[in-house]
């Protein structure tokens, strides 16, 4: 096997041909946090690994792809060196024999806190109270530190991901529990990205009809692309002529997104709203400059205009 050290400085090179599950990981948070150790996030990893072998997920894989992919997406996200050794650790109180003393000494109090906010209540002791308890301890650590509710939100997202591997009566448990409690979460700390895809992931379970609806409308619809580019263009046309410094980009709307509007405007068929998001470079008031001009050139509807 590799020493320490040869691992520690193969972590380190961006250009590293190694392919171990965590190399793509390190790389995306050292573009972000250059100045970040991925020595720690090594060793974490390194450390889930030992106290999760032998381990299995309902899936069928090795129990360490879990936290390994909560992590990869607290990394793309861009959270800090501390969330990502947390995530990794995330269930190594609650499913091994590894101590919350034991991940103290090993990688500090901070993540320690985290940890522990994030370790589920035994239901032998706690009976039905179990769920209730372990979601109140998780507010109040979250109230210390925040990032106890990001890392339950990236982890809930990949279990939301991977719940074909449970029965159907599980799936629908799990999805609406996340529908009501995770969800308005997430809107609260607005990572909407995590949001979006909670959503997907709860229509999949909740009305796989809806689902297989909308995937199959988009994978169909013909000439949307070069519809939303024509639009684009014409936005830009506009916003140029008025002077206003400002990046158009076309933002696809998610599957639950359309089949909310489908099914709250009593649609026949999927209805999706074109979107575009303008990015004004400047002040509130060159913001409703850009607002006039699109509304001087086209109308906004009736009862859909929000201004927040």
């Not at 520690?8 to 050292?30: A, E, Q």
């Not at 090795?62 to 861009?78: K, R, Y």
């Not at 990688?107 to 979601?135: C, W």
């Amino acid at each position: 096997g590799e020493s320490g050290l040869t691992r520690r400085l193969k972590s380190l090179l961006p250009w590293s041909t190694d392919t171990d599950p965590v190399s793509t990981l390190i790389r995306t948070h050292k573009s972000i946090h250059s100045d970040a150790d991925p020595g720690i996030v090594r060793h974490a990893y390194e450390t889930a690994e030992r106290m999760h072998r032998g381990q299995m997920r309902k899936s069928g894989e090795p129990f360490i792809t879990h936290p390994v992919a909560v992590a990869a997406i607290l990394s793309d996200l861009g959270m800090d060196t501390v969330t990502l050794v947390a995530a990794m650790l995330h269930d190594t109180v609650e499913d091994t024999s590894y101590t919350i003393a034991a991940l103290e000494s090993d990688f500090g109090p901070e993540v320690a806190l985290i940890v522990d906010g994030l370790t589920k209540f035994d239901k032998l002791f706690f009976g039905e109270a179990a769920e209730a308890e372990t979601l109140r301890k998780l507010i109040i650590a979250a109230g210390r530190d925040v990032r106890v509710l990001v890392i339950k939100l990236a982890d809930r997202l990949h279990n939301m991901r991977t719940l074909d591997a449970r029965s159907t009566k599980s799936q629908q448990r799990i999805a609406t529990a996340t529908r009501d409690v995770l969800v308005p979460l997430c809107d609260r700390l607005g990572i909407q990205v995590i949001k979006r895809d909670l959503e997907d992931c709860i229509l999949k379970a909740l009305s796989p009809s809806g689902y297989a609806l909308i995937t199959e409308y988009l994978a169909q619809r013909e000439g949307w692309n070069e519809y939303l580019e024509r639009a684009r263009s014409a936005f830009t046309t506009e916003l140029k002529n008025g002077r206003v410094d400002c990046k158009i980009t076309v933002r696809p709307r998610h599957l639950y997104s359309i089949w909310k509007d489908t099914v709250a405007g009593r649609h026949s068929e999927p209805h999706d709203l074109p979107r575009l998001v303008v990015q004004v470079d400047g002040d509130d008031m060159d913001c409703y400059a850009a607002l006039g001009i699109i509304h001087g050139r086209w109308r906004p509807v009736p009862g859909r205009f929000k201004d927040f």
